[in-house]
């Protein structure tokens, strides 16, 4: 073994040949928190995106209950005017920038490099940065609510002007303080670390796939994730101009939005919708993913329309970015703009209409299974289409300027973004539970969860149609009781405290399942993809040899050439011992350090401190600097017939 490590190193040069030195325990192995802070493991960084993601989800749905507390009766007083404000500008972005979308990072980080029969992303340490920054950006947003814990502290409140930052209420003149710095500052930490995560994934996507996966044999997740990730490159730039020409008005003088000296707040709107409807689809696309893995296998055949369903997927992204302007019917962009823009988004519902018969295509004739991750994704499915069948009626702009701004939209939106990405989340999350936790979900508590939030979804957000068609603006403080509004208001708010009730019984199951709940195999649902065919939870190397894929159901065809597929590990296993084994980077703390200096460089502009957010630029340039010169690294792992490890390094 020595003799083959010492053929070449990792630029294929000659050296002498070092004694393997064995290492006790293995680097990525050490347990306790430096393990995790210090991580580039797929699987570990995954986790730690779905903890951070759940956690928000979490503070974002306390601050919808407080929402629906104070408007549960007219005239209420149970929290303030100013107070409001801030919270659904919190809650829009947290559910958003930090629930939804990270949640989907935790499933790319999971589920790519397994699907793909890969050992990791392309860039592991860049990963562990997109991690970590999302932390920090995550961090900013919230330093607010340091203002209600230690008021005399912190004077600077939380953000007030609502998650879509319209011009001019991000002025200087509306929001003196540091709350919307901070607003503006997390916002372009997010993009950053989404911008990197998604450049990473898509090297990985082309470049890491295993032998005999084409592009046409990825998985439909894989395929989701790949156009999301192109999606997050084009789109985020247009906000991240907007945030710091919003910056520029505020700091420096100038006049992109200030009417007042000839700057135009209708250019926030475009630049924000040229990210904000793409992000939709963000947002929306990964669950279309999980919902095409999981139908195929609960109803016991391969998914309908394989071709159709990528390319429709391609198509939405496509179409996505023309479609910005559905969201400004009412500022009067002229009958051209609106015709257009109407047409489009009429157009955009064609493929969307493809993929959902696609998925009933799949159901037909199947052996359906109706385990708890097929309900959550045929509820996402009813769910979706509903909200979908309102959006239909927003593309058509004489009954948009009657909807806009109403709580109709408020309706709209919750049926695509909780019915549709939530519901698929939650499927997503009870189907791999079992892959990377190795216990399954009791199906008793899973489908009892599922009904409590399908009820408490829907109690709280259909009578919302009404409310917007009578008349009830969007954002509002408080009503009075001559209004019409006071018994669906108290219907909504009553089905949002049982949707509480559901998610809580829904991670409380979880929570006691990890601990308790029945030892699952390594493929408990007869899984398609490859991540079906290792162990659970999945080994730090996820392989013990690279796969050959020789079907679109890789794992499918595999189980039915058992004696053909054993040949081939061996094989590769051979050939992989003979180069030196399986290869594993080395944990790093300059991923950390970089973020860690751009939360305070970010914290100290925001607050003025000039020299301390130069010295927070110091640390992020030194930490990439230092990070720069680490090289490759790393250490080989070495398997016998039996699965023993051997540990060694050049």
């Known amino acids: 073994m020595a ?3 010492a053929k070449s190193d990792y630029h294929g040069t000659e050296h002498a040949a070092p004694k393997p030195i064995e290492l006790l325990p293995r680097p990525t192995s050490r347990t306790g928190l430096v393990s995790w802070l210090t991580t580039v493991d797929h699987k570990k960084i995954g986790l730690m995106y779905a903890a951070f993601a759940c956690i928000f989800f979490l503070i974002g749905g306390l601050e919808a209950l407080l929402i629906r507390t104070q408007l549960i009766v007219p005239n209420n007083r149970f929290i303030s005017a100013q107070f409001y404000n801030e919270l659904f500008t919190m809650h829009g972005t947290t559910m958003i920038f930090l629930a939804v979308m990270p949640l989907n990072s935790a499933f790319f980080n999971l589920l790519i490099p397994l699907q793909i029969g890969a050992r990791d992303v392309a860039f592991p340490r860049l990963n562990t940065f997109s991690l970590w920054t999302f ?9 607010g609510w340091l203002s209600y814990v230690f008021p005399e502290t912190f004077t600077f409140g939380l953000p007030d002007a609502g998650w879509f930052g319209y011009a001019p209420l991000t002025s200087k ?15 372009q930490i997010l993009g950053l670390s989404s911008i990197v995560a998604s450049l990473n994934f898509i090297v990985t996507i082309i470049n890491l796939r295993a032998p005999g996966l084409t592009m046409m044999r990825l998985p439909v997740f894989t395929w989701m994730t790949l156009i999301t990730s192109f999606l997050l490159v084009l789109a985020l730039p247009a906000i991240a101009i907007a945030l710091v020409e919003v910056m520029f008005d505020r700091h420096f003088g100038t006049n992109f939005f200030e009417a007042s000296n000839g700057g135009q707040p209708i250019l926030w709107q475009h630049l924000f919708w040229v990210f904000g409807h793409p992000e939709v689809y963000i947002l929306i696309l990964p669950p279309m993913g999980y919902v095409s893995e999981i139908l195929p296998t609960f109803a016991r055949k391969p998914l309908f329309g394989y071709p159709i369903i990528v390319f429709s997927g391609a198509a939405i992204g496509f179409i996505g970015f023309g479609v910005w302007s ?5 500022t009067g962009m002229g009958t051209v703009a609106t015709a257009a823009f109407s047409i489009a988004t009429m157009a ?8 959902i018969f696609n998925w009933i295509g799949t159901l037909w004739g199947g052996q359906i299974m109706t385990r708890t991750p097929m309900m959550f994704a045929l509820g996402f499915i009813w769910m979706f289409m509903l909200g979908g069948f309102s959006g239909i009626m927003h593309s058509a702009a004489p009954a948009d300027a009657q909807q806009q701004d109403s709580y109709f939209v408020i309706a709209h939106f919750h049926y695509v973004l909780i019915g549709g ?4 989340l939650l499927a997503a999350i009870h189907f791999w539970f079992p892959k990377f936790f190795g216990r399954l979900v009791p199906e008793f508590w899973g489908k009892l969860s599922f009904w409590i939030i399908f009820i408490g979804f829907n109690t709280t957000f259909f009578p919302m149609h009404f409310l917007g068609l009578n008349g009830m603006p969007r954002r509002t403080w408080t009503y009075d009781a001559n209004m019409g509004w006071n018994e669906a208001n108290f219907i909504a708010t009553c089905g949002a405290y049982l949707l509480g009730v559901g998610i809580f019984t829904y991670f409380a199951v979880l929570i006691y399942t990890y601990f308790k709940g029945e030892k699952a195999g390594n493929d408990p649902w007869d899984g398609r993809t490859l991540e ?11 392989f013990k040899a690279i796969p050959t894929v020789h079907a679109r159901d890789a794992f499918w065809y595999e189980k039915h050439h058992k004696e053909e597929i054993a040949k081939e590990q061996a094989e590769h296993m051979q050939a992989e011992s003979a180069h030196g084994g399986i290869h594993m980077p080395d944990q ?5 350090f970089a973020s860690i200096g751009l939360l305070v460089g970010a914290l100290a502009f925001a607050f003025g401190q000039i020299p301390l957010a130069i010295g927070g630029g110091i640390v992020l340039f030194l930490s990439c600097y230092l990070w720069a010169l680490e090289g490759p690294g790393g250490y080989h792992i070495h398997l016998d017939e039996k699965g023993n490890e051997t540990i060694s390094r050049h």
């Open 3 to 5: 003799q083959a490590l």
């Open 135 to 143: 932390v920090a950006g995550a961090i900013i947003l919230n330093v």
């Open 173 to 187: 003149v509306f929001t003196p303080d540091a709350s919307t710095d901070l607003w503006i500052l997390g916002l």
């Open 326 to 330: 559905h969201h400004m019917f009412t």
């Open 348 to 355: 955009i519902a064609v493929p969307t209409g493809v993929k």
């Open 421 to 424: 990405a939530t519901f698929a």
């Open 532 to 542: 079906w065919s290792i162990p659970s939870p999945p080994p730090e190397y996820n």
């Open 588 to 592: 790093s703390w300059y991923p950390l």
